[in-house]
């Protein structure tokens, strides 16, 4: 499928965004801003999870972290109320963060509303391109983060994890996850975890 030009022009800016990224990740070799890595892994995983997502779902996708670093988790409370503070004031952020550079990129107020919309999460399990989204961030928390996360946290928080990522997902995002190939060890702690 062909991608808009106005589409390729708002990655663009996106990623030159989250270029700023002081955190680096090396991926098969290559060094990559953590948030540029992020938003294409975001992309690629919508394509494969859902190939005729909707423009505003795709632009959504690639700015679901935009400039995250700017509001650091260390900057609330290290508890569960200052874990839940950050992450509505991280929605909201990226929310007007994605509004400004898809007005630069030519974007109406409608598909800008609808990101936002999206970006909120609003209407998790009733709204099918929320839901989508959803999904898509599980996934790839599953593939590519899971495994360093495992190295950083006791057993039970991780249980406690896996089985709070599950219960956001749809069924069909059950059934991507475990096609994902996890290591033995990751794998055994997810079947723990779903059958507690």
Not at 81 to 96: M, N, S, T
Request: charged content about 30%; aromatic content about 12%; glycine content about 4%.
């Amino acid at each position: 499928m062909e991608e808009s030009s106005k589409l390729e022009r708002a990655f663009q800016l996106f990623d030159q965004a989250n270029e700023q990224d002081p955190n680096r990740e090396i991926f098969l070799g290559k060094t990559y801003a953590k948030e540029v890595l992020y938003a294409i892994r975001m992309t690629e995983k919508l394509r494969e999870y859902a190939p005729y997502a909707s423009e505003p779902l795709k632009l959504t996708a690639r700015c679901q972290h935009i400039c995250r670093w700017e509001i650091p988790r260390e900057s609330y409370e290290m508890n569960r109320v200052g874990y839940l503070k950050w992450r509505q004031d991280l929605k909201k952020f990226h929310a007007e963060k994605a509004s400004g550079i898809l007005r630069e990129a030519g974007y109406d107020q409608k598909t800008i509303d609808k990101v936002g919309f999206l970006l909120q999460k609003k209407q998790l399990k009733k709204n099918e391109e929320t839901q989508t989204l959803e999904d898509v961030i599980c996934l790839v928390f599953l593939e590519y983060y899971f495994e360093a996360f495992m190295e950083k946290h006791p057993e039970e928080k991780l249980i406690d994890i896996i089985q709070k990522t599950w219960n956001k997902m749809s069924a069909k995002g059950h059934y991507m996850a475990l096609k994902i190939p996890f290591s033995k060890s990751s794998f055994e702690l997810i079947q723990k975890a779903l059958n507690n």
